[in-house]
Nanobody
Framework: EVQLVESGGGLVQPGGSLRLSCAASGFTFSRYGMNWVRQAPGKGLEWVSISALDSVRGRFTISRDNAKSTLYLQMNDLKPEDTAVYYC?????????????WGQGTLVTVSS
C-alpha cells in the first residue's frame, strides 16, 4: 500500500526555518517524481516549484534521499504568506504528468 507521511510542520516566526519531510513507502521511490503542493487558508492549491513559484525561489530547496525513500522541503526565511498546509504528492512516473497519491499534509504556520 502506498503511503506518504508528511512531518516537520509547526509554528515558526517570520524569518525562521523549517524542514519538512515526506516518508514514502509501498512503491519504488526512486522511480517516481515527487512533489510538494501547498494550500494557504482560503486559497487554492499551489505547486511548490522553485522555477514556477517566484515567491519561494531562493528560500526553499527540494531534495530527496532515495536510500531513505524520503522527500524534503527545506524552507528558510519564512514569511507569513508561506502559512499553508503542505502536501507531499507522488507523481505517476519518473516524469510527473499528474499527482496520483497525496499525503495527509502538515501545517506550517508563520506568525510572530
Amino acid at each position: 500500500e502506498v503511503q506518504l507521511v508528511e512531518s516537520g510542520g509547526g509554528l515558526v516566526q517570520p524569518g525562521g526555518s523549517l524542514r519538512l519531510s515526506c516518508a514514502a513507502s509501498g512503491f519504488t521511490f526512486s522511480r517516481y517524481g515527487m512533489n510538494w503542493v501547498r494550500q494557504a487558508p482560503g486559497k487554492g492549491l499551489e505547486w511548490v516549484s522553485i522555477s514556477a513559484l517566484d515567491s519561494v525561489r531562493g528560500r526553499f530547496t527540494i531534495s530527496r534521499d532515495n536510500a531513505k525513500s524520503t522527500l524534503y522541503l527545506q524552507m528558510n526565511d519564512l514569511k507569513p504568506e508561506d502559512t499553508a498546509v503542505y502536501y507531499c504528492a507522488k507523481g505517476n512516473g519518473p516524469i510527473t504528468r499528474y499527482l496520483e497519491i497525496w499525503g495527509q499534509g502538515t501545517l506550517v504556520t508563520v506568525s510572530s
